[in-house]
């Protein structure tokens, strides 16, 4: 049985899991740019991400799906703007999006997901 490897770990949830070859991201959202655009928050969001996949010992290369939710699906073209700007083109996830009421109003962009190590 292979170990399980907390990042971020708080009383409620981790940042991130890391289980055999994979890592896990909990649903990040932007804490600096709360309240911003919803390219401000995606940039802050996606950052995150390659933070926490690097301490996982991974990259957005190894990306292996990715799940969005907006909270308003109208800003769909303006997370895209952000997103494509930041994906490995060469190593593209599977991808869902899907317009969500998220925790606070501030929030706008949410984003979660799983990579290979």
């Known amino acids: ?42 940039r802050e969001i996606l950052a995150q991400i390659d933070a926490l996949l690097a301490e996982a010992g991974s990259a957005k290369a190894n990306i292996l799906s990715a799940t969005i939710y907006l909270a308003d699906i109208a800003t769909f073209a303006e997370m895209n703007g952000v997103w494509d700007e930041w994906v490995d083109k060469a190593n593209p996830p599977a991808r869902a999006t899907v317009e969500a009421k ?16």
Not at 24 to 29: L, S
Not at 105 to 113: D, F, G, L
């Open 1 to 42: 049985m292979s170990s399980i490897k907390r990042i971020g770990a708080g009383p409620r949830m981790s940042q991130a899991v890391v289980r055999g070859n994979a890592v896990y991201t909990a649903g990040q959202v932007a804490d600096k740019t709360k309240g911003g655009s919803v390219a401000n928050q995606t």
């Open 102 to 117: 998220l925790v606070a109003p501030a929030y706008k962009v949410e984003i979660a997901v799983i990579a290979a190590l």
